[in-house]
């Protein structure tokens, strides 16, 4: 297999008429780590817990370990993060988040997440979602209720069955899948995803990442967003 390289630029804003945003990120490339997550818990209190996680996956980062060593890592900072959450003092309801985690390495790119911030791969021209949504609208689909989350109402969509923090228990989906030069990734949070259309994203990404990044949340905007927006693209290719 031929050696691979990447790069990544990422970019956000608050949903509209506020001046922070509960979404926060982290891009790591030297040590092929890259994460998205959406809080929850108002006041404030969202952003800061998204803010704890990604600080939990920072402070794990191993740059040089094997590509299941950083996996076992990050999950274990993701639970390091759900605990501290579940004992939020001062909150009736502890805040949670959402977390979508990607980990490149070894020709392989390995997913982890809970809740519905997505991971998408450009691959030759189609987009597939990686992840899969922690919702109630993906719960109606998978019943048969409706043919795809994007049929059910925004509620529905929001509507979460899974988060770190918030009270609930910690279950992480994972996946790894080979990688191979030309791919992109986007990581995003539901305001992007929820409100651009997939064909969309597949035009945005044969851009590089910072230009994809910034149509995104563009588009995003554009489309009536209500919520916070985060964009991180990673661009895959042959190593020079």
């Given at each position: 297999?031929?050696?691979?390289?990447?790069?990544?630029?990422?970019?956000?804003?608050?949903?509209?008429?506020?001046?922070?945003?509960?979404?926060?990120?982290?891009?790591?490339?030297?040590?092929g780590?890259?994460?998205?997550?959406?809080?929850?818990?108002?006041?404030?209190?969202?952003?800061?817990?998204?803010?704890?996680?990604?600080?939990?996956?920072?402070?794990?980062?191993?740059?040089?370990?094997?590509?299941?060593?950083?996996m076992?890592?990050?999950?274990a900072?993701?639970?390091?993060?759900?605990?501290?959450?579940?004992?939020?003092?001062?909150?009736?309801?502890?805040?949670?988040?959402?977390?979508?985690?990607?980990?490149?390495?070894?020709?392989h790119?390995?997913?982890?997440?809970?809740?519905?911030?997505?991971?998408?791969?450009?691959?030759?021209?189609?987009?597939?979602?990686?992840?899969?949504?922690?919702?109630?609208?993906?719960?109606?689909?998978?019943?048969?209720?409706?043919?795809?989350?994007?049929?059910?109402?925004?509620?529905?969509?929001?509507?979460?069955?899974?988060?770190?923090?918030?009270?609930?228990?910690?279950a992480?989906?994972?996946?790894?899948?080979?990688?191979?030069a030309?791919?992109?990734?986007?990581?995003?949070?539901?305001?992007?995803?929820?409100?651009?259309?997939?064909?969309?994203?597949?035009?945005?990404?044969?851009?590089?990442?910072?230009?994809?990044?910034?149509?995104?949340?563009?588009?995003?905007?554009?489309?009536?967003?209500?919520?916070?927006?985060?964009?991180?693209?990673?661009?895959?290719?042959?190593?020079?």
């Amino acid at each position: 297999m031929s050696a691979l390289a990447w790069h990544s630029a990422a970019a956000g804003q608050p949903r509209p008429g506020r001046a922070a945003s509960e979404d926060s990120h982290i891009a790591a490339p030297a040590a092929g780590l890259w994460a998205v997550a959406d809080g929850m818990g108002g006041h404030g209190e969202g952003g800061r817990a998204s803010g704890l996680l990604v600080e939990a996956l920072r402070v794990a980062l191993l740059p040089d370990a094997a590509l299941g060593a950083r996996m076992a890592a990050a999950e274990a900072a993701i639970a390091q993060a759900d605990a501290h959450l579940a004992g939020w003092a001062g909150t009736t309801r502890p805040p949670g988040s959402t977390v979508s985690v990607l980990l490149l390495g070894e020709g392989h790119a390995a997913c982890l997440w809970v809740g519905d911030s997505r991971i998408y791969l450009r691959r030759d021209g189609a987009l597939l979602q990686l992840t899969r949504d922690h919702s109630l609208a993906q719960e109606m689909v998978d019943r048969g209720l409706i043919a795809s989350a994007e049929m059910a109402a925004p509620a529905e969509r929001r509507s979460l069955t899974r988060a770190v923090g918030g009270g609930g228990r910690l279950a992480i989906d994972r996946l790894v899948l080979p990688i191979q030069a030309g791919d992109r990734l986007l990581l995003c949070t539901d305001g992007v995803s929820m409100v651009v259309p997939q064909m969309r994203i597949v035009e945005a990404l044969e851009n590089s990442p910072e230009q994809a990044a910034w149509a995104l949340i563009g588009l995003a905007a554009a489309l009536g967003s209500g919520d916070d927006m985060t964009a991180l693209v990673v661009a895959i290719d042959a190593a020079r």
